[in-house]
């Protein structure tokens, strides 16, 4: 296919609608962080910038090759997932007790967040591989291990949230390879019995299988005001934040954002950034523009030639809705604070390449779906 072919076949709302995303939360980065390095007003802004220009120019390649390419090379790109989330145990750096990051002299490196992207590419080729195995029990189980062991090094770091997603993202690539419901259901009772189990049982033995904060951190969403000063602080003035917003939200009298109230402004609570700032038509806004995101990649999981396209689009889609929904969940009080960054609007390097790379991967589905015929089977 040729380059105008392939500008031919591009997705330009799905297009629109991550350049939208990705806009609005640069302009919140930098109102959130203006005044927090002193001379340097778009120090974090122009950071972020730099991340998207990187992330886009990756795009626009991933689109341009056939993913049907990936697939010859699953177990390959599985191994370079797992060793370098193992890696991390050896020379990542520690910050607030975990260890996620490998420090390169330009970037920090987050495996965790680039396997997401390999995950789904990896789980998806090992399920179509095995169309002949859908409906038994035995390809379930087997996809559940191909997955636990990338999921629990990342878990160990710890890193509950990212973990969580991985689950997740397993969960949906099942749902979209045809696995029957009778599987998910049991899979369900056996999740809600290990964490009676987790929280109920290995406590009294005197076992701490989850991490002290982790605990105090679900203590918290069960009861907010358990301790407002300490370990409730960051929900509490994430909720004061955005109902402070109000319907057109405080523009530059958004004191809890200004006075360094509102924790994390440019990471995990950036959605009450944008609450107390841009009130709820900034937020409608920003879901409008997620709502025409996860339509083009649920349209693309439907429009794909084959199944790997259809399986990877459709874990794609539930992926980013699990995060958008955990992510602002948290801020508003119905989700526990787990640290799931908001796709493309959160400050962080990692999230935002592999975000935009998992949108190149959406984009070669959508131009090898809707290339001519004749294009087509010259391929082949």
């Given at each position: 296919?040729?380059?105008?072919?392939?500008?031919?076949?591009?997705?330009?709302?799905?297009?629109?609608?991550?350049?939208?995303v990705?806009?609005?939360?640069?302009?919140?980065v930098?109102?959130?962080?203006?005044?927090?390095?002193?001379?340097?007003?778009?120090?974090?802004?122009?950071?972020?910038?730099?991340?998207?220009?990187?992330?886009l120019?990756?795009?626009?390649?991933?689109?341009?090759?056939?993913?049907?390419?990936?697939?010859r090379?699953?177990?390959a790109?599985?191994?370079?997932?797992?060793?370098?989330?193992?890696?991390?145990?050896?020379?990542?750096?520690?910050?607030?007790?975990s260890r996620?990051?490998?420090?390169?002299?330009?970037?920090?490196?987050?495996?965790?967040?680039?396997?997401?992207?390999?995950?789904?590419?990896?789980?998806?080729?090992?399920?179509?591989?095995?169309m002949?195995?859908?409906?038994?029990?035995r390809?379930?189980?087997?996809?559940?291990?191909?997955?636990?062991?990338?999921?629990?090094?990342?878990?160990?770091?710890?890193?509950?949230?990212?973990?969580?997603?991985?689950?997740?993202?397993?969960?949906?690539?099942?749902?979209?390879?045809?696995?029957?419901?009778?599987?998910?259901?049991?899979?369900?009772?056996a999740?809600?019995?290990?964490?009676?189990?987790?929280?109920?049982?290995?406590?009294?033995?005197?076992?701490?299988?989850?991490?002290?904060?982790?605990?105090?951190?679900?203590?918290?969403?069960?009861?907010?005001?358990?301790?407002?000063?300490?370990?409730?602080?960051?929900?509490?003035?994430?909720?004061?934040?955005?109902?402070?917003?109000?319907?057109?939200?405080?523009?530059?009298?958004?004191?809890?954002?200004?006075?360094?109230?509102?924790?994390?402004h440019?990471?995990?609570?950036?959605?009450?950034?944008?609450?107390?700032?841009?009130?709820?038509?900034?937020?409608?806004?920003?879901?409008?523009?997620?709502?025409?995101?996860?339509?083009?990649?649920?349209?693309?999981?439907?429009?794909?030639?084959?199944?790997?396209?259809?399986?990877?689009?459709?874990?794609?889609?539930?992926?980013?809705?699990?995060?958008?929904?955990?992510?602002?969940?948290?801020?508003?009080?119905?989700?526990?604070?787990?640290?799931?960054?908001?796709?493309?609007?959160?400050?962080?390097?990692?999230?935002?390449?592999?975000?935009l790379?998992?949108?190149?991967?959406?984009?070669?589905?959508?131009?090898?779906?809707?290339?001519?015929?004749?294009?087509?089977?010259?391929?082949?």
């Amino acid at each position: 296919m040729g380059w105008r072919g392939y500008l031919r076949h591009l997705d330009y709302l799905l297009l629109a609608a991550t350049l939208g995303v990705v806009a609005v939360g640069i302009a919140v980065v930098y109102s959130a962080t203006y005044q927090d390095v002193e001379g340097q007003p778009g120090y974090y802004a122009v950071q972020q910038g730099v991340y998207a220009a990187v992330g886009l120019l990756v795009l626009l390649v991933l689109a341009a090759i056939d993913y049907e390419h990936y697939r010859r090379w699953q177990w390959a790109l599985y191994g370079a997932m797992v060793l370098s989330i193992a890696a991390v145990y050896v020379v990542g750096s520690v910050t607030r007790g975990s260890r996620r990051w490998i420090e390169l002299p330009f970037f920090n490196f987050q495996p965790s967040q680039f396997g997401l992207l390999l995950l789904t590419i990896c789980l998806g080729a090992f399920l179509v591989d095995r169309m002949e195995l859908l409906g038994s029990r035995r390809i379930t189980a087997e996809a559940l291990l191909y997955a636990a062991v990338p999921g629990a090094l990342v878990f160990f770091q710890p890193d509950f949230g990212t973990a969580s997603v991985y689950a997740v993202l397993t969960l949906a690539l099942l749902y979209f390879y045809g696995t029957r419901w009778t599987h998910f259901a049991v899979l369900g009772a056996a999740a809600a019995g290990a964490a009676a189990f987790v929280l109920g049982v290995l406590p009294r033995l005197g076992i701490e299988f989850i991490k002290e904060y982790q605990m105090e951190r679900l203590l918290v969403f069960v009861d907010p005001g358990r301790d407002p000063s300490g370990s409730g602080y960051n929900i509490v003035q994430s909720t004061i934040a955005i109902g402070s917003g109000a319907l057109t939200g405080r523009g530059a009298e958004a004191t809890q954002t200004a006075f360094d109230f509102l924790p994390e402004h440019h990471t995990d609570f950036i959605f009450a950034v944008i609450g107390e700032r841009y009130g709820f038509v900034g937020a409608c806004v920003l879901l409008a523009l997620y709502g025409l995101l996860l339509w083009r990649a649920l349209r693309i999981a439907t429009l794909s030639r084959d199944m790997y396209g259809s399986i990877m689009a459709g874990g794609i889609a539930v992926m980013f809705l699990f995060q958008m929904f955990v992510n602002i969940g948290m801020t508003i009080g119905i989700m526990p604070v787990t640290g799931i960054p908001l796709p493309f609007v959160s400050y962080g390097g990692a999230a935002m390449i592999t975000f935009l790379m998992m949108v190149g991967l959406l984009q070669s589905i959508h131009v090898r779906a809707t290339a001519d015929p004749r294009e087509r089977r010259a391929r082949r």
